[in-house]
């Protein structure tokens, strides 16, 4: 069973950046950060898989960086330029094994492991 420890969230006014961690009890294939604001499902915003290939929703890319480092089983996100609609609780999840489908493919209910989750506050 693996055990992730998300830190780093706080509040940033419009503009700014903050960077998120989350730290892995052991390897993991495949890590994705998940966005949720009150009454809406789940959104996955960034994915990588071991061997560091990445992927964004339109929403984020080329201001969020994924990237992790697999000796500490660290994943983290680096997000710049943030905008109000960035505020969210962010979410790190985690799939262990390699089943057949590509990081970037696997649905959220593919995640067998979540974070407790870090709150993320942009203010305009």
């Known amino acids: 069973q693996v055990q992730l420890v998300e830190s780093g969230g706080g509040s940033v006014q419009a503009g700014g950046s903050l960077r998120l961690s989350c730290v892995a009890s052991?390897?993991?294939?495949?890590m994705r950060w998940f966005l949720q604001t009150p009454g809406k499902e789940r959104e996955g915003i960034a994915s990588?898989?071991?061997?560091?290939?990445?992927s964004y929703t339109d929403s984020v890319s080329g201001r969020f960086t994924i990237s992790r480092d697999n000796a500490k089983n660290t994943l983290y996100l680096e997000m710049n330029d943030l905008k109000s609609e960035d505020t969210a609780m962010y979410y790190c999840?985690?799939?262990?094994?390699?089943?057949?489908?590509?990081?970037?493919?696997?649905?959220?209910?593919?995640?067998?492991?979540w974070g407790q989750g870090t709150q993320v506050t942009v203010s305009s």
């Open positions: 052991r390897y993991t294939y495949c």
């Open positions: 999840a985690a799939e262990v094994h390699y089943s057949g489908s590509w990081c970037e493919l696997l649905r959220p209910s593919d995640f067998g492991t």
């Open positions: 990588i898989d071991e061997a560091g290939m990445t």
